[in-house]
DNA sequence: CATGAATGAGCCTTCATTCAT
DNA sequence: AATGAATGAAGGCTCATTCAT
């Protein structure tokens, strides 16, 4: 997973930057370039090296959780029903972005620091894009829904969750979100 | 506006935090009492004698807007149909939280500074409560909705305008998120 | 106690920064004149006018102590027996100084703020000599011992007193200290 | 004298805002990092990087004068007269605390920044308790001294020769308080 | 006389980034 | 490549003192 041409050493560097730094995302601690190399216990200047901004850092942490989903999404494009195979997606993605913290910050910032985050961003934005188009055509989803409005919606469901309180049960929270915003609020 | 016992200079220096305040916010600056006495051409003790905490003074900054949700939520409760009633309260609620950027963060935080603060999100809260009540009641909403949900669904719903590039629109994009919420992406 | 020529009300004034200042000594917290005007509830400017400084203030709250120890001085002086008058006096001192914590700061001191104080300062001080002058006399202290010893020697002891921890056992350990002085530690 | 895995540059380092400490300590002016590191013309954050707090730095500057008085402390074990042991610790304790502004500060404060004063008031302070025991097994001091007493009378007699004082004479001062803590201000 | 708002110097501390070793 | 010491701007906050009201 660190990119190819890198000594031993140095790829194991880079894991435990990545690892370190996985673990401080997930006790909601920001990060920060010094902190991460005392605890990988190594010089600052290494951390540096391999991760010139915490931006980049947070998108080498965040890469794995938006590979999974770029693979989910080839497999929704596989599926027959328009209207399941985007659910499916979104759902996936909703409960992607709840879980890693990483995900959310990433998806929603305008400007990528690695280009592997740029591609995947425009991987899952053209699946988005084609499964939204599929379920228009079948009349599944309201028509004045744009794909520029996928990603924003799905960053709203989870900063929704997240903003309700109990930690315990945010994925459970984040899909009936979803699932609200999928059928409606209201009944009809 | 300021607190009452204060004497006239003392008023027209909480007045000018406030407004030197309210412009950061809106150019999406974050709250720093050195930095807002410097533009206010004031003492950083005078600042911090008004205001403890960028909390407080954000949340000076938020309190007519909370005040005039307030109000509109209480025009809401005496509306007959109950249907009506909730989506009108949430379009006016989504509508001040995009337009006014001290607004989603007060609400969202789980503390507050001023007691003023907490008084009326309790308002808020129990006026939201309900019209929801109302509504479910009516059988117009779907019946998973439970009051602590509002909060966090209109929090995203802003968030994901916000998150949505242009600027100039966030308006209407949020009414149009919201009318997506209330309605559903999906047809029936 | 307050100085003669004052109006009622300001007496009323003065005796309420004193008496706030004596408990804040008490408890052991450092003199800020404006804490005292908030817990006194007066303006700043008020105590300010009775008070230029925070020493000022100090050696107000110490007088009624300085005064009784220099009566106590002036009983001493008249007693018969040289070496018992000065014992008794220096315990006497070494009570005060542990038991009011205004006192040790006020007596080292080197400078007065009142001249009440450097008034009181003298008296003790001539006292002292006069004590002093009288044991030597009769042959009963040590001949290298000077006037200008003995007030050092009884802060260092309300010192010693105060940095052994037991704050409780403060009084006691300060007058066994002083025999201790007083015969040596040495037995010969 | 710089803690042992330290590079040469910082050793320099360390040593200059010890060396800089000093003066200061020795000019009576209260150490503020900041200002040290303007003195030695550093970065603050060196100096913080070094020492975290002024406690820490200014036990820095007191461990030579700590430890030089510990192996004094040695050397009295080694005596086989008790009564001159103890005394030959006490002086040059005295002498020390006078000597050295750091000493006294530190030798007073409850508890401790570097774990190597700890160590080394452990060690005074069981070399103490060990002379003590002695000189009252062969009935030479009082029965009613404790080791505990020890620290605060030396304590308060360095405190007693700089209340008044001719800085000059402070280390004969202090000599001559403690020969008089020692024989007694009265003659039996 | 009393009030208390205003002042702003001054201290503390953190952290992103560079660069000598 | 790796190290980690050094940097210093930046921000936070307090408090003694003044002075308009």
Chains 1, 2, 3, 4 share one sequence.
């Not at 998108?59 to 999974?68: F, G, I, K, N």
């Not at 029903?81 to 890693?100: H, S, Y």
């Not at 305008?110 to 899952?124: Q, V």
């Not at 699946?127 to 520029?148: F, H, I, K, M, S």
Request: hydrophobic share 45%.
């Amino acid at each position: 997973m660190p990119p190819a041409p890198l000594r031993k050493d140095a790829a194991r560097n880079w894991e435990r930057i990545v690892a370190v730094a996985r673990d401080l995302v997930d006790e909601g601690t920001p990060l920060q370039l010094n902190d991460i190399a005392r605890r990988a216990r190594m010089g600052v200047g290494t951390v540096y090296r391999h991760f010139p901004t915490a931006e980049a850092l947070l998108e080498a942490v965040a890469t794995p959780s938006l590979e999974a989903l770029a693979a989910h999404g080839e497999q929704a494009l596989a599926d027959d029903d328009p209207g399941r195979a985007l659910a499916d997606f979104l759902t996936r993605t909703i409960e992607a972005q709840v879980t890693d913290a990483a995900l959310s910050t990433v998806t929603a910032a305008p400007t990528d620091a690695l280009p592997r985050t740029t591609e995947l961003k425009r991987t899952l934005s053209s699946v988005g894009r084609e499964l939204l188009r599929r379920a228009r055509d079948a009349e599944v989803v309201r028509p004045d829904l744009t794909p520029e409005d996928l990603v924003p919606l799905m960053c709203g469901i989870a900063y929704a969750a997240n903003v309700h309180g109990a930690p315990a049960a945010r994925v459970e929270t984040a899909r009936r979100y979803l699932t609200a915003l999928l059928e409606g609020l209201y009944i009809r």
